[in-house]
DNA sequence: CACTATACTTGCATTATGAAAGTAAAACCT
DNA sequence: AGGTTTTACTTTCATAATGCAAGTATAGTG
């Protein structure tokens, strides 16, 4: 195990405490890929971002315990395990999205979109975030996952 | 100087740039405090999570060295600085305050909020946002900051 | 001109990170 | 059935970031 604690819990601070879940290089990114349709461990390791296996590791156990992150083995095969986002983990799109605003604002020149997301994002903050929270529960449907039960299988 | 690059520069997706600048433990609490009325070296020493001066002289630089913060001499010494916020850093009440209803709705319980912002929260996120904002323009005005310019002064 | 306050810096021990290589179990392939 | 491949991790070890304590430089104070 790389680590366990994060911060720890130093204030009782809103934003202390929220940073305390999130707020490292790595979390959020894994947030933003199961968000976009990402589900599996090996298109974790594929982003852009290239995240080492011990650290995806490491962070995928702890978005676990924190709740924000559940997971069921793939229907076709007990060695693929299918990582998804309860709702505490999908809440945190209203998170994402303004960082994004705040991102393309200052940062516009250096930034780039994937294509998939271009027309969500023209139809507005709100829409985009209807329409990426429905995209994800046609997935969740497909797979059979009920994101209300946070509850982390081991 | 302790570190100069943050995650590196490791992909063109806005919320990537947006850890990249404010994505690591420290940043977004400092930007906290500029954004209810600290402005000096030794208010952010005093804050709950006891920051250590190092990282926090290197934070500073940082945030600096992107445009988010500035500083001034205080009025009546040259030997105390006065940060505050950019506009480019006053736009991230818009992360932080969707973070902070975050935390507040999962980790809520755990979480104490200073009666001070209490009364503007109370308004609501958008009179939550307007309220900090204008008290912060009135310090600016008090003290002659003009948070137009960007400007690091060295 | 000593004394204090502010804003850092430095040194050093501890902890986290990252790249590469290794492992265990399931599935697939003759 | 037995070897190979795939998936999801672990382990190892070098490097980088962090945190505490102590030190320094400069401005202002008595």
Redesign the pocket.
């Known amino acids: 195990m790389?680590?366990r604690?994060q911060h720890g819990q130093i204030s009782d601070c809103p934003i202390a405490l929220g940073l305390d879940s999130i707020g490292?290089?790595?979390s959020l990114l894994i947030v933003r890929d199961l968000l976009f349709g990402k589900h599996?461990?090996?298109e974790f390791l594929d982003s852009d971002e290239?995240?080492?296996?011990?650290?995806l590791?490491?962070r995928?156990g702890k978005l676990q315990e924190q709740g924000i992150v559940a997971w069921r083995y793939h229907p076709?095969?007990?060695?693929?395990?299918l990582y998804y986002l309860t709702c505490k983990g999908k809440d945190l799109i209203h998170v994402l999205v303004p960082l994004v605003r705040w991102a393309l604002k200052y940062h516009g020149d250096e930034a780039r979109i994937p294509p998939a997301q271009q027309a969500a994002l023209a139809s507005g903050p709100e829409g985009f975030i209807q329409a990426t929270l429905a995209a994800l529960e046609d997935w969740e449907s497909a797979f059979e996952v009920d994101t209300k039960d946070a509850a982390t299988r081991v």
Chains 1, 2 share one sequence.
């Open positions: 790389v680590s604690k490292d290089h790595w599996e461990f090996r290239s995240i080492s296996s011990n650290i590791t490491d995928l076709d095969s007990r060695k693929r395990k």
